[in-house]
């Protein structure tokens, strides 16, 4: 028995072994959506921040049914600052970049095959660097709004509340 | 510098995110990277002052199609006020935020903040005015409330959600606008308004934007947040906030849009004059009641922004000569630097005294030139200046306005403006005599001068206040013409379409 396994036994953390064992099946589906989602914004609807949402609901989804510690386990404060940040100076790279062209946001990749993957030149180096960024920041505000409920839910117990980051 | 125009916004955006990532590693590189970035802005924009207007378009892309910025007189002027501020604010907090916990967060919120006012200001388009306005507004209310006390927190809230509607009003504001001429290009708009003309939908707009950028920049009806907001934040966050925020979000966009988009209008030139003599009244009889050193500041902001908004009132109209019209806007902008000048200046001063005391309490401080002569002698400076004392800054811009409004025939405004001065300088007075002279409490018989890297911005504040007093001819003949015609004319704004 692996540890997955083990967790979705435990009913003591999280929520009902039904719910985990499905939350274990469509993770991968969701996952690859927003991918989907984030890499082909330039040719159908949706774009980075559309993505990056449906990624970061990936990860709560996943906080939601298993706990907070399995969803800090995957993405911890300290990743999802640091992807939060290097999403976005890498989203102001690709502008600064355009410089070599002359122009700020310049297209400095080519044209490409309209309607394919690598098309539409800087547009799909923004929207996974978009994606990044509000995949790391939505979540981060979904741990960080948890937080205060965690301080009061101790308080109510009558424990010290932990100090948190 | 015209290839390297939107670096005014993209150096402080990246700085702000590469900040949090090396403070990872040490905390006291954000110090180095907060001083090197303004101090880049700063020179940046005084280099910019020399420059002949010109059109930048994103990426090469088409201008109205593409995202346009446009540097004109206006824009450098307000480049020069927000970034040397902002250098002057960040040397301030060096050792001002020590006393708080994250300093690298405060300085990335900080960037933030300055590159959505710069963005603000150098944006030819409307819809990416909103982002960078949401940019430093956000940034602004999470600055009011870093020092997460209780009153801080319930001011940002309030802030929050007063700005909150105020951007709502501006974005459906936008929203009219583009409905009606299928572009956000504002040279291209200007065009198209020229053809609508003033229709019931245009003056909806109008109103929507006279209530949403009236809120940034806190005209008397929708102003209950500053006396809350500005107190509360950190001083050097006070002085970029009542300093140069109220003025980059509210003021710099109402004269944009209402001079180079809408166009002169009498009704909109009335309403305006009229917020801007309510704030100027409303706003200097509550300061004189304030027993706190930052609320009374706070006030007193509300009061001078009048001054502003009534000076641009006046050139709005359309009837105005055109020496009534430039005298009017040259004294609203010279006010309008002077008072970024001067409240930088008295609110940077109060987080010095409250360093050293750990009190903004007008009544439990006093006599405190004796044990604090710099800042006690820069603060005097500056009250002396905002209130209107030759051969400061301030009674030059004052005398300005009151003169055009004279000349403009508009008696009453004119005479509120001449009692507004007296009130201003009687709270500014009482302000003196319970900080600076007086008896000294024993409480605060051991307190020292506030350290150098405080007492410096401090000093170079209240020298330029005096240099531009002494010298405002030099400032009127460079800066404020240009930034003035530049509002005046609005066929040229319109040209910047085609490249002009």
């Known amino acids: ?165 | 510098m015209q290839t390297y125009y939107p670096l005014f916004t993209a150096i402080p955006l990246a700085a702000a995110f590469l900040n949090l990532l090396l403070s990872k590693i040490s905390m006291k590189v954000s110090d180095y990277i907060a001083f090197l970035v303004t101090g880049i802005l700063a020179v940046m924009s005084v280099k910019m002052l020399f420059e002949a207007p010109f059109i930048y378009a994103v990426g090469n892309w088409r201008p109205p199609f593409g995202i346009l910025l446009v540097s004109d007189g206006l824009s450098s002027l307000m480049l020069v006020v927000i970034n040397v501020i902002g250098l002057l604010a960040v040397i301030f907090s060096f050792k001002y935020m020590a006393t708080y916990t994250a300093k690298p967060k405060y300085f990335s919120l900080f960037m933030l903040m300055i590159a959505g006012m710069n963005g603000v200001v150098i944006t030819g388009d409307m819809f990416n005015l909103y982002v960078f306005l949401e940019i430093a507004s956000i940034a602004s209310y999470a600055l009011v409330g870093f020092g997460t006390g209780k009153k801080e927190l319930e001011a940002s809230f309030k802030y929050l959600i007063l700005g909150g509607v105020a951007s709502t009003a501006v974005l459906f504001g936008i929203a009219f606008l583009y409905s009606m001429t299928g572009t956000l290009n504002m040279p291209d708009l200007a065009q198209q308004l020229e053809v609508i003309g003033m229709t019931k939908t245009v003056g909806f707009v109008v109103a929507l934007f006279i209530m949403g950028f009236g809120l940034k920049a806190s005209a008397v009806p929708f102003h209950a947040w500053l006396p809350d907001a500005h107190p509360s934040a950190p001083a050097p966050i006070s002085a970029m906030l009542s300093g140069v925020l109220i003025k980059a979000l509210g003021i710099y966009t109402i004269m944009r849009i209402m001079f180079n988009i809408v166009g002169k209008n009498e009704l909109i030139s009335a309403i305006i004059m009229f917020l801007g003599a309510l704030s100027m009244v409303i706003g200097g009889l509550l300061a004189i009641g304030q027993k706190d050193f930052k609320r009374m500041l706070a006030y007193s902001s509300i009061s001078q922004m009048g001054y502003v908004l009534i000076a641009i009132g006046l050139a709005l109209k359309p009837g105005a000569e055109l020496v009534v019209a430039t005298l009017a806007l040259i004294g609203g902008l010279f006010h309008l630097v002077n008072h970024a000048v001067f409240k930088s200046l008295l609110f940077l001063a109060s987080g010095a005294v409250e360093y050293r005391t750990g009190t903004r309490d007008l009544e439990k401080l006093g006599g405190l030139i004796k044990k604090m002569p710099v800042t006690g002698a820069a603060t005097a400076i500056g009250s002396l200046s905002i209130a209107g004392i030759p051969p400061f800054n301030g009674f030059w811009s004052k005398l300005i306005i009151i003169l055009a409004l004279f000349r403009g025939g508009y008696w009453i405004y004119g005479t509120v403006g001449v009692v507004v001065g007296f009130i201003t300088l009687i709270y500014f007075v009482m302000l003196q005599k319970e900080v600076l002279f007086g008896k000294l409490p024993e409480s605060l018989s051991k307190v020292k001068e506030a350290p150098f890297t405080m007492v410096l911005p401090l000093v170079i504040l209240a020298a330029l206040c005096l240099a531009m007093g002494i010298g405002y001819m030099a400032i009127e003949g460079q800066l404020l013409d240009s930034a003035a015609s530049a509002l005046l004319d609005k066929m040229a704004y319109m040209n910047y379409l085609i490249g002009g």
């Open chain 1, 1 to 165: 028995m692996d540890r997955l396994e083990q967790e979705i036994k435990d009913t003591s953390k999280g929520m009902t072994t039904i719910v985990k064992t499905i939350v274990r099946f469509v993770m991968g589906i969701i996952v690859i959506f927003g991918a989907y989602v984030v890499l082909y914004g330039h040719v159908t609807p949706g774009g980075g921040f559309a993505g990056g949402v449906i990624l970061a609901s990936a990860y709560i989804l996943l906080t939601l049914a298993f706990g907070k510690e399995m969803g800090l386990r995957k993405m911890s404060n300290r990743w999802a600052s640091l992807l939060d940040n290097s999403g976005a100076l890498a989203f102001v790279i690709v502008g600064l970049l355009g410089f070599g062209g002359g122009y700020f946001f310049y297209n400095f990749l080519g044209r490409g095959e309209p309607f394919h993957l690598f098309s539409a030149g800087s547009i799909l180096l923004s929207n996974i660097a978009i994606g990044v960024k509000v995949t790391a920041s939505v979540f981060a505000i979904f741990m960080t709004l948890s937080i205060f409920g965690r301080i009061i839910y101790k308080a109510a117990e009558g424990e010290e509340p932990e100090s948190e980051e």
